[in-house]
Protein backbone atom coordinates (compact mmCIF):
# COMPACT_ATOMS: atom_id res chain seq x y z
CA UNK A 1 0.00 0.00 0.00
CA UNK A 2 1.77 3.41 0.90
CA UNK A 3 3.53 3.86 -2.24
CA UNK A 4 1.16 4.57 -4.33
CA UNK A 5 -0.97 6.62 -1.82
CA UNK A 6 1.61 8.74 -0.60
CA UNK A 7 2.10 7.78 3.19
CA UNK A 8 2.84 4.95 5.31
CA UNK A 9 1.06 5.07 8.51
CA UNK A 10 -2.61 3.67 8.24
CA UNK A 11 -4.16 7.23 9.75
CA UNK A 12 -5.89 9.69 7.05
CA UNK A 13 -8.35 12.70 6.98
CA UNK A 14 -10.25 12.05 3.93
CA UNK A 15 -11.78 15.45 1.95
CA UNK A 16 -15.00 14.72 0.03
CA UNK A 17 -14.58 17.89 -2.91
CA UNK A 18 -18.20 16.35 -3.96
CA UNK A 19 -19.42 17.91 -0.55
CA UNK A 20 -17.58 21.01 -1.06
CA UNK A 21 -18.95 21.31 -4.49
CA UNK A 22 -22.57 20.72 -3.17
CA UNK A 23 -22.21 23.79 -0.36
CA UNK A 24 -20.76 25.43 -2.92
CA UNK A 25 -23.58 25.54 -5.20
CA UNK A 26 -26.13 25.31 -2.91
CA UNK A 27 -25.14 28.66 -1.75
CA UNK A 28 -25.15 30.53 -4.67
CA UNK A 29 -28.34 29.40 -5.14
CA UNK A 30 -29.40 31.81 -2.40
CA UNK A 31 -27.74 34.66 -4.23
CA UNK A 32 -28.41 36.73 -6.80
CA UNK A 33 -26.84 36.18 -10.06
CA UNK A 34 -24.65 39.30 -10.16
CA UNK A 35 -23.63 38.09 -6.77
CA UNK A 36 -19.65 37.02 -5.93
CA UNK A 37 -18.93 34.64 -3.67
CA UNK A 38 -15.10 34.51 -2.18
CA UNK A 39 -14.32 31.43 -0.82
CA UNK A 40 -12.55 31.67 2.56
CA UNK A 41 -9.43 29.13 2.21
CA UNK A 42 -7.50 30.40 5.46
CA UNK A 43 -5.76 28.50 7.86
CA UNK A 44 -4.93 25.69 5.25
CA UNK A 45 -8.32 25.94 4.49
CA UNK A 46 -9.42 25.19 7.73
CA UNK A 47 -7.33 22.37 7.97
CA UNK A 48 -8.95 20.98 4.70
CA UNK A 49 -6.41 21.71 2.59
CA UNK A 50 -5.85 24.95 0.70
CA UNK A 51 -4.82 24.40 -3.35
CA UNK A 52 -7.49 21.44 -3.91
CA UNK A 53 -10.83 23.25 -1.44
CA UNK A 54 -9.75 26.61 -4.19
CA UNK A 55 -10.03 24.61 -7.08
CA UNK A 56 -12.85 22.89 -6.41
CA UNK A 57 -14.55 25.90 -4.83
CA UNK A 58 -13.59 27.85 -8.04
CA UNK A 59 -15.16 25.21 -10.09
CA UNK A 60 -18.07 24.85 -8.69
CA UNK A 61 -18.10 28.51 -9.31
CA UNK A 62 -16.47 30.48 -6.28
CA UNK A 63 -15.50 34.19 -8.08
CA UNK A 64 -12.76 34.71 -5.87
CA UNK A 65 -10.45 33.18 -2.68
CA UNK A 66 -9.91 35.26 0.62
CA UNK A 67 -7.29 34.08 3.11
CA UNK A 68 -5.66 35.61 6.29
CA UNK A 69 -2.48 36.42 5.79
CA UNK A 70 -0.02 36.77 2.71
CA UNK A 71 2.00 33.34 2.99
CA UNK A 72 -1.13 31.80 2.68
CA UNK A 73 -2.16 33.77 -0.11
CA UNK A 74 1.57 33.18 -1.70
CA UNK A 75 0.21 29.71 -1.05
CA UNK A 76 -2.45 29.69 -3.57
CA UNK A 77 -0.64 30.90 -6.04
CA UNK A 78 1.12 27.36 -6.21
CA UNK A 79 -2.05 26.37 -8.33
CA UNK A 80 -2.52 27.67 -11.96
CA UNK A 81 -5.89 29.68 -11.04
CA UNK A 82 -6.45 32.98 -11.98
CA UNK A 83 -8.68 34.31 -9.54
CA UNK A 84 -8.71 37.47 -7.26
CA UNK A 85 -7.11 36.33 -4.01
CA UNK A 86 -7.81 39.10 -0.91
CA UNK A 87 -5.62 38.66 2.42
CA UNK A 88 -8.28 39.90 5.28
CA UNK A 89 -6.01 40.18 7.99
CA UNK A 90 -3.08 42.47 8.58
CA UNK A 91 -0.04 42.62 6.18
CA UNK A 92 3.30 44.71 6.81
CA UNK A 93 3.57 47.58 4.55
CA UNK A 94 7.00 46.63 3.38
CA UNK A 95 5.47 43.56 1.58
CA UNK A 96 3.14 45.66 -0.32
CA UNK A 97 5.38 45.18 -3.45
CA UNK A 98 5.17 41.17 -2.67
CA UNK A 99 1.61 41.62 -3.04
CA UNK A 100 1.08 43.64 -5.65
CA UNK A 101 3.76 41.44 -7.57
CA UNK A 102 2.03 38.31 -7.37
CA UNK A 103 -1.81 40.47 -8.04
CA UNK A 104 -2.78 39.92 -4.46
CA UNK A 105 -4.87 41.99 -2.88
CA UNK A 106 -4.72 43.25 0.56
CA UNK A 107 -6.85 44.71 3.86
CA UNK A 108 -6.15 48.35 4.58
CA UNK A 109 -7.13 49.59 7.64
CA UNK A 110 -5.17 53.16 8.61
CA UNK A 111 -3.63 55.76 6.64
CA UNK A 112 -0.60 55.42 8.37
CA UNK A 113 -0.26 51.83 6.34
CA UNK A 114 -0.86 53.63 2.97
CA UNK A 115 1.39 55.82 3.66
CA UNK A 116 4.57 53.38 4.31
CA UNK A 117 3.30 51.10 1.97
CA UNK A 118 3.74 53.60 -0.86
CA UNK A 119 6.99 53.95 -0.23
CA UNK A 120 7.80 50.20 -0.22
CA UNK A 121 5.74 50.06 -4.48
CA UNK A 122 7.83 50.85 -7.28
CA UNK A 123 7.08 53.58 -10.03
CA UNK A 124 5.36 50.54 -11.94
CA UNK A 125 3.22 48.67 -9.41
CA UNK A 126 -0.25 49.41 -8.09
CA UNK A 127 -1.18 47.43 -4.74
CA UNK A 128 -5.31 46.29 -5.12
CA UNK A 129 -6.93 47.23 -1.94
CA UNK A 130 -9.90 46.70 0.71
CA UNK A 131 -10.71 49.08 3.57
CA UNK A 132 -11.97 47.19 6.24
CA UNK A 133 -14.36 49.06 8.47
CA UNK A 134 -15.00 47.99 12.14
CA UNK A 135 -18.41 48.18 12.74
CA UNK A 136 -18.53 46.48 16.28
CA UNK A 137 -16.41 43.20 15.68
CA UNK A 138 -13.37 45.55 17.59
CA UNK A 139 -10.67 43.32 15.92
CA UNK A 140 -9.55 45.25 12.67
CA UNK A 141 -10.84 47.93 10.86
CA UNK A 142 -11.44 52.10 10.47
CA UNK A 143 -14.14 53.03 13.02
CA UNK A 144 -15.47 56.59 12.13
CA UNK A 145 -16.71 58.02 8.50
CA UNK A 146 -13.64 60.75 8.54
CA UNK A 147 -11.27 57.87 8.95
CA UNK A 148 -12.98 56.01 6.25
CA UNK A 149 -12.77 59.53 4.39
CA UNK A 150 -9.03 60.26 4.31
CA UNK A 151 -7.92 56.46 3.27
CA UNK A 152 -10.24 57.08 0.48
CA UNK A 153 -8.68 60.38 -0.88
CA UNK A 154 -5.45 59.39 -0.05
CA UNK A 155 -5.98 56.19 -2.23
CA UNK A 156 -7.61 58.55 -5.21
CA UNK A 157 -4.65 60.61 -5.25
CA UNK A 158 -2.03 57.95 -5.27
CA UNK A 159 -1.27 55.91 -8.57
CA UNK A 160 0.22 53.29 -6.32
CA UNK A 161 -3.27 52.14 -5.07
CA UNK A 162 -6.65 51.31 -6.30
CA UNK A 163 -9.81 51.10 -4.25
CA UNK A 164 -10.91 47.73 -5.28
CA UNK A 165 -13.25 46.97 -1.79
CA UNK A 166 -14.96 48.05 1.15
CA UNK A 167 -16.06 45.79 4.22
CA UNK A 168 -16.83 44.59 7.90
CA UNK A 169 -16.93 41.50 9.99
CA UNK A 170 -20.00 40.64 12.58
CA UNK A 171 -19.47 39.49 15.78
CA UNK A 172 -22.74 37.75 16.34
CA UNK A 173 -24.27 36.67 12.58
CA UNK A 174 -24.47 33.11 14.34
CA UNK A 175 -27.00 34.06 17.09
CA UNK A 176 -30.24 34.57 16.39
CA UNK A 177 -30.82 37.41 18.53
CA UNK A 178 -30.29 39.95 15.72
CA UNK A 179 -30.06 43.17 17.53
CA UNK A 180 -26.26 43.38 17.70
CA UNK A 181 -26.40 42.55 13.70
CA UNK A 182 -28.76 45.13 12.86
CA UNK A 183 -26.58 47.74 14.86
CA UNK A 184 -23.42 46.71 12.91
CA UNK A 185 -24.82 46.47 9.54
CA UNK A 186 -26.70 49.86 9.85
CA UNK A 187 -23.00 51.22 10.57
CA UNK A 188 -21.91 49.85 7.78
CA UNK A 189 -24.63 50.89 5.41
CA UNK A 190 -23.49 54.35 6.65
CA UNK A 191 -19.94 53.86 5.66
CA UNK A 192 -20.56 52.56 2.13
CA UNK A 193 -23.34 55.37 1.65
CA UNK A 194 -20.38 57.83 2.54
CA UNK A 195 -18.91 56.87 -0.26
CA UNK A 196 -19.08 59.58 -3.50
CA UNK A 197 -17.21 56.15 -5.58
CA UNK A 198 -18.35 52.96 -4.81
CA UNK A 199 -15.15 49.98 -5.30
CA UNK A 200 -15.89 47.18 -6.87
CA UNK A 201 -16.66 44.70 -4.15
CA UNK A 202 -18.57 45.59 -0.93
CA UNK A 203 -19.16 42.72 1.40
CA UNK A 204 -19.97 42.18 4.83
CA UNK A 205 -21.41 38.17 4.72
CA UNK A 206 -19.60 35.58 6.41
CA UNK A 207 -21.33 32.30 6.10
CA UNK A 208 -23.77 32.57 8.74
CA UNK A 209 -25.27 36.43 7.00
CA UNK A 210 -24.60 34.40 3.33
CA UNK A 211 -27.63 31.80 4.92
CA UNK A 212 -29.91 33.80 6.25
CA UNK A 213 -29.87 37.27 5.39
CA UNK A 214 -30.42 38.51 2.14
CA UNK A 215 -29.95 42.12 3.19
CA UNK A 216 -26.34 41.95 4.27
CA UNK A 217 -25.93 40.32 0.50
CA UNK A 218 -24.45 44.00 -0.87
CA UNK A 219 -22.89 42.81 -3.88
CA UNK A 220 -20.51 39.90 -2.86
CA UNK A 221 -20.33 37.26 0.13
CA UNK A 222 -17.35 35.80 2.32
CA UNK A 223 -18.17 31.91 2.66
CA UNK A 224 -16.21 30.37 5.08
CA UNK A 225 -17.28 27.21 7.39
CA UNK A 226 -20.24 26.24 5.64
CA UNK A 227 -18.70 25.48 2.29
CA UNK A 228 -16.85 22.78 4.65
CA UNK A 229 -20.60 21.24 5.11
CA UNK A 230 -20.62 22.98 8.77
CA UNK A 231 -23.01 25.13 10.57
CA UNK A 232 -21.60 28.24 11.71
CA UNK A 233 -23.60 27.71 15.36
CA UNK A 234 -25.64 25.35 16.94
CA UNK A 235 -28.78 27.79 17.04
CA UNK A 236 -28.44 28.03 13.26
CA UNK A 237 -29.22 24.44 12.35
CA UNK A 238 -32.72 25.34 12.97
CA UNK A 239 -32.78 27.99 9.95
CA UNK A 240 -30.06 26.12 7.65
CA UNK A 241 -32.05 26.93 3.76
CA UNK A 242 -30.08 23.46 2.64
CA UNK A 243 -28.54 20.37 4.79
CA UNK A 244 -24.89 20.96 4.67
CA UNK A 245 -22.68 17.94 3.62
CA UNK A 246 -19.48 17.49 5.76
CA UNK A 247 -16.70 17.22 4.05
CA UNK A 248 -13.43 16.13 6.49
CA UNK A 249 -13.69 12.72 8.11
CA UNK A 250 -10.92 10.79 10.16
CA UNK A 251 -9.86 7.18 9.90
CA UNK A 252 -7.41 5.25 11.02
CA UNK A 253 -6.78 1.41 11.12
CA UNK A 254 -6.63 -1.49 14.13
CA UNK A 255 -2.30 -1.95 13.58
CA UNK A 256 -2.82 -4.18 17.42
CA UNK A 257 -5.31 -6.09 19.10
CA UNK A 258 -5.32 -8.37 22.24
CA UNK A 259 -7.60 -9.94 24.76
CA UNK A 260 -6.59 -8.62 28.27
CA UNK A 261 -7.67 -10.26 31.90
CA UNK A 262 -10.11 -8.68 34.24
CA UNK A 263 -7.71 -5.99 36.36
CA UNK A 264 -5.20 -5.43 33.50
CA UNK A 265 -4.46 -1.91 33.09
CA UNK A 266 -4.06 0.02 29.72
CA UNK A 267 -1.62 3.29 28.47
CA UNK A 268 0.07 5.69 30.80
CA UNK A 269 -0.56 6.31 34.39
CA UNK A 270 -2.32 2.72 34.43
CA UNK A 271 -5.44 4.89 35.19
CA UNK A 272 -7.64 1.88 33.17
CA UNK A 273 -8.44 -1.25 34.50
CA UNK A 274 -10.55 -3.81 32.43
CA UNK A 275 -13.51 -5.05 35.00
CA UNK A 276 -13.54 -8.13 32.97
CA UNK A 277 -12.19 -10.27 30.14
CA UNK A 278 -11.74 -7.36 26.94
CA UNK A 279 -10.61 -6.83 23.46
CA UNK A 280 -8.41 -3.95 23.15
CA UNK A 281 -6.96 -2.39 20.03
CA UNK A 282 -3.98 -0.35 19.58
CA UNK A 283 -4.63 2.84 17.04
CA UNK A 284 -1.90 4.75 15.17
CA UNK A 285 -3.31 8.09 16.27
CA UNK A 286 -2.51 10.45 19.22
CA UNK A 287 -2.09 14.24 20.34
CA UNK A 288 0.68 14.83 18.23
CA UNK A 289 -2.07 14.20 15.36
CA UNK A 290 -4.34 16.99 17.00
CA UNK A 291 -6.15 14.00 18.62
CA UNK A 292 -5.54 15.95 22.23
CA UNK A 293 -5.72 13.97 25.43
CA UNK A 294 -9.03 15.35 26.62
CA UNK A 295 -10.58 13.02 23.99
CA UNK A 296 -10.21 10.39 26.30
CA UNK A 297 -13.25 8.28 26.73
CA UNK A 298 -14.94 9.74 23.18
CA UNK A 299 -16.30 7.22 20.93
CA UNK A 300 -15.22 6.05 17.48
CA UNK A 301 -16.88 3.77 14.83
CA UNK A 302 -16.04 -0.06 13.87
CA UNK A 303 -18.00 -1.89 11.43
CA UNK A 304 -20.61 0.86 12.09
CA UNK A 305 -20.53 0.39 16.47
CA UNK A 306 -19.87 3.02 18.85
CA UNK A 307 -16.62 2.33 20.60
CA UNK A 308 -14.98 4.02 23.17
CA UNK A 309 -11.03 5.34 23.61
CA UNK A 310 -9.60 3.84 26.77
CA UNK A 311 -6.97 4.89 29.01
CA UNK A 312 -4.81 7.93 28.18
CA UNK A 313 -4.10 9.09 24.53
CA UNK A 314 -0.33 9.30 23.82
CA UNK A 315 1.60 11.28 21.65
CA UNK A 316 1.14 9.01 18.56
CA UNK A 317 -1.20 6.39 19.77
CA UNK A 318 -4.63 5.34 21.47
CA UNK A 319 -6.62 2.25 22.55
CA UNK A 320 -10.00 1.71 22.02
CA UNK A 321 -12.24 -1.19 23.51
CA UNK A 322 -14.29 -3.57 21.20
CA UNK A 323 -16.77 -5.34 21.31
CA UNK A 324 -15.60 -8.76 19.56
CA UNK A 325 -12.50 -9.73 18.39
CA UNK A 326 -11.76 -7.82 14.50
CA UNK A 327 -8.98 -8.06 12.29
CA UNK A 328 -5.92 -6.39 11.96
CA UNK A 329 -6.48 -3.58 9.45
CA UNK A 330 -10.19 -2.50 10.36
CA UNK A 331 -10.78 0.85 9.66
CA UNK A 332 -11.65 2.94 12.72
CA UNK A 333 -13.71 6.02 12.11
CA UNK A 334 -12.79 9.59 14.36
CA UNK A 335 -14.61 11.30 12.32
CA UNK A 336 -17.60 10.63 9.64
CA UNK A 337 -19.75 7.77 9.04
CA UNK A 338 -19.92 4.29 8.74
CA UNK A 339 -23.12 2.28 8.27
CA UNK A 340 -25.88 4.21 10.11
CA UNK A 341 -23.78 5.54 12.81
CA UNK A 342 -22.31 9.14 12.31
CA UNK A 343 -19.64 11.04 14.57
CA UNK A 344 -20.37 14.78 13.37
CA UNK A 345 -17.24 17.50 13.73
CA UNK A 346 -20.39 18.71 15.78
CA UNK A 347 -19.68 16.04 18.81
CA UNK A 348 -16.43 16.18 18.58
CA UNK A 349 -15.91 20.12 18.86
CA UNK A 350 -18.86 19.22 22.46
CA UNK A 351 -16.22 16.79 24.08
CA UNK A 352 -13.74 19.52 23.40
CA UNK A 353 -15.91 22.21 24.75
CA UNK A 354 -15.22 24.09 21.83
CA UNK A 355 -16.42 25.40 18.06
CA UNK A 356 -17.08 22.86 14.79
CA UNK A 357 -14.67 25.38 12.99
CA UNK A 358 -11.02 24.57 16.00
CA UNK A 359 -11.57 20.80 15.27
CA UNK A 360 -10.52 20.23 11.87
CA UNK A 361 -8.12 23.35 12.39
CA UNK A 362 -6.17 21.41 14.48
CA UNK A 363 -5.60 18.26 13.29
CA UNK A 364 -1.86 18.63 12.57
CA UNK A 365 0.25 18.51 9.40
CA UNK A 366 0.90 14.82 10.23
CA UNK A 367 -1.88 13.78 9.35
CA UNK A 368 -2.31 13.46 5.23
CA UNK A 369 -5.17 14.54 3.48
CA UNK A 370 -6.83 12.30 0.83
CA UNK A 371 -9.28 13.94 -1.72
CA UNK A 372 -11.77 12.08 -2.95
CA UNK A 373 -14.36 13.20 -6.36
CA UNK A 374 -17.02 11.37 -7.32
CA UNK A 375 -15.72 8.19 -5.45
CA UNK A 376 -12.39 8.00 -6.46
CA UNK A 377 -9.19 9.24 -4.98
CA UNK A 378 -7.93 12.14 -6.97
CA UNK A 379 -4.80 13.57 -4.68
CA UNK A 380 -2.99 12.94 -1.53
CA UNK A 381 -1.10 15.45 0.31
CA UNK A 382 1.57 14.42 3.01
CA UNK A 383 3.44 17.44 4.13
CA UNK A 384 5.86 15.26 5.74
CA UNK A 385 7.01 13.85 2.36
CA UNK A 386 6.73 17.12 0.19
C1 LIG B 1 -12.93 33.64 8.74
C2 LIG B 1 -13.61 34.81 8.19
C3 LIG B 1 -14.76 34.64 7.37
C4 LIG B 1 -15.44 33.31 7.19
O1 LIG B 1 -16.34 33.10 8.25
P1 LIG B 1 -17.24 31.78 8.30
O2 LIG B 1 -18.04 31.95 9.53
O3 LIG B 1 -16.30 30.63 8.37
O4 LIG B 1 -18.04 31.76 7.05
C5 LIG B 1 -15.27 35.76 6.75
N1 LIG B 1 -14.72 36.98 6.93
C6 LIG B 1 -13.66 37.18 7.74
C7 LIG B 1 -13.10 38.56 7.91
C8 LIG B 1 -13.07 36.11 8.39
O5 LIG B 1 -12.02 36.31 9.19
Not at 112 to 140: F, N, P
Not at 222 to 243: A, C, H, Q
Request: charged letters at 20%; hydrophobic letters at 40%; proline letters at 4%.
Amino acid sequence: MGTDRGFYRDTWAEINLDHIDYNVKEALKLLPASEQLFAVVKANAYGHGDVPVAEAAVRAGAHGLTVAFLDEALSLTKSKMKVPILVLGASRPADAALAAEHNISLTVYQLEWLQEAEKHLSSDQVLKVHIKCDTGMGRLGVKTVEGLQGMVSFIHQSPRFTFEGIFTHFATADELDTTYFDQQLACFNAMVESLEEKPPYIHCANSATTLRCEKAYFNTVRLGISMYGLSPSKEMKTVLPFSLKQAFSLHTKIVHIKKIQKGEKVSYGATYEAQEEEWIATLPIGYADGWIRKLQGQHMLVEGERVPIVGRICMDQCMIRLSSEKPLGTIVTLIGKQGNEEISMDEIADQLETINYEVPCVITARVPRVYRQQGKVVQVINPLLG
